[in-house]
């Protein structure tokens, strides 16, 4: 199993260093074309540098080479997708770059073996819905590899995998089977959407309730996706559940005020997960409500923002759960909330890539709600075992610092 459509970043992704338009070709005895300022380095074919100023230059990563002739080799696409603004000079960089065509076993451009050559200054999310258009192929079977976290909004916006590419390392073959792995791993847990009749879905989880937008809730109701960027996020962008209806009901109507406006039509949902038996073996952490885990998209940049999703991602790593995993944590009292005050409650956390895969969004009508509201719910907490959640120490201790000792595996 491989993706259909493997896209590249250029700079500190393909190769090391910044083609930058106002800096290449700008000494005297310039050519007139930007592009013809590029010349191949004589010591080294990795290296390709400004003819009118030596100082100038990109150097091909090690691992590049070997991994476009690998991707290839798999029957993949090859994608260039880049926000440089100088095509001329990534095309004519990677003209020079060469690698082994597995078609003859002969060095060729790297140009030359790319079927979506995307280098235009504009939001990421652009260039693959051109792809899209182009090949055909939905997003879930394509993958970026990027040093920039802030491009994992073709994530979260169209559910393209993405592999950050960290400490201008560029691509590495370790980042890249970790890719490759991670796509493998967001293809796995796909089940598709049929209708909205529970029946459709005789191997469906019941997970909690979810206050929405009218927006949202028309989207995903016809098994289309949307993660809101406006709303607060504080584990990410993502669709926030609870197990208590009570607490859903009030975020119903707290939205409003976050993210949407007073006159926005919200409404509760119950949400499901359509096949049990992925979602049995579908990575869980509970994670404790520390601040430096979490993100301040209201009051971060954007670039932080994205950074933290990637960290977070990382340090659950480190816990033992690899993306795609669904999130759990407690989370304070909040003012006017229907539960007494100072009391922590639970929420979970679905990300883009497993709302596309396996989430079932069903409204409830107001009667519906609070007849939820006057039965029984059964607690996160209870379904730790169950539901082989991960709590790792660090939880474990934050439990016991809210003295919530009564939380049990």
Not at 100 to 111: G, H, L
Not at 125 to 148: K, P, Q
Not at 150 to 166: E, I, P, S, W
Not at 242 to 261: C, E, L
Request: proline share 4%; aromatic share 12%; net charge positive.
């Amino acid at each position: 199993m491989y993706p259909k459509i493997v896209a590249l970043d250029t700079d500190f992704t393909i190769f090391w260093g910044y083609l930058n338009k106002d800096k290449f070709g700008q000494r005297r005895g310039a050519a007139p074309k930007i592009e013809d300022n590029l010349q191949l380095d004589p010591d080294s074919e990795w290296k390709v540098r400004d003819k009118s100023n030596h100082d100038n230059f990109i150097r091909l990563y090690d691992d590049v080479p070997g991994i476009v002739t690998d991707i290839l080799k798999n029957g993949a696409q090859l994608a260039i997708v880049s926000r440089n603004k100088s095509k001329a000079l990534c095309d004519r960089a990677l003209w020079y770059f060469k690698a082994i065509d597995p078609k003859t076993s002969n060095k060729k451009s790297i140009i030359h073996m790319v079927t979506y050559d995307e280098v235009v200054n504009e939001e990421l999310t652009a260039h693959f819905e051109r792809i899209h258009g182009w090949s055909g192929y939905d997003y879930s079977e394509m993958i970026l590899f990027d040093d920039t976290a802030l491009h994992n909004l073709v994530r979260l916006k169209l559910g393209v995998t993405f592999q950050v590419t960290r400490d201008q390392r560029g691509l590495t073959w370790d980042t890249y089977n970790k890719g490759i792995e991670l796509w493998r791993r967001c293809k796995r847990i796909r089940s598709p959407y049929i209708d909205q009749n529970l029946s459709s879905y005789p191997r469906r989880v019941f997970l909690g309730y979810s206050g929405m937008d009218e927006g949202t809730v028309k989207l995903l109701t016809q098994g289309k996706s949307r993660v809101d960027l406006e709303e607060s996020a504080r584990w990410g962008y993502a669709t926030y559940i609870t197990d208590n209806p009570s607490i859903a009901k009030f975020f119903s109507n707290w939205i409003k005020g976050d993210a949407f406006g007073a006159d926005t039509k919200t409404c509760v949902c119950e949400m499901w997960i359509r096949d049990k038996n992925i979602f049995d073996n579908l990575g869980k952490i509970w994670v404790p409500e520390l601040g430096f885990l979490m993100t301040n998209n209201k009051k971060w940049l954007q670039q932080r923002t994205a950074w933290s999703q990637e960290d977070r991602d990382q340090l659950v790593s480190r816990w033992g759960v690899d993306v795609p995993y669904i999130l759990f944590s407690r989370h304070h009292w909040m003012k006017n909330m229907p539960i007494p005050q100072g009391k922590r409650w639970n929420e979970m956390v679905i990300y883009r890539q497993t709302q596309d895969a396996l989430l079932l969004t069903i409204p409830l009508t107001p009667k519906q709600l609070e007849e939820r509201i006057q039965g029984n719910f059964v607690t996160y907490e209870s379904q730790i075992k169950a539901w082989n959640i991960t709590v790792p120490p660090d939880t474990w201790a934050d439990f016991k610092n809210a003295k919530e000792d009564w939380i049990k595996a």
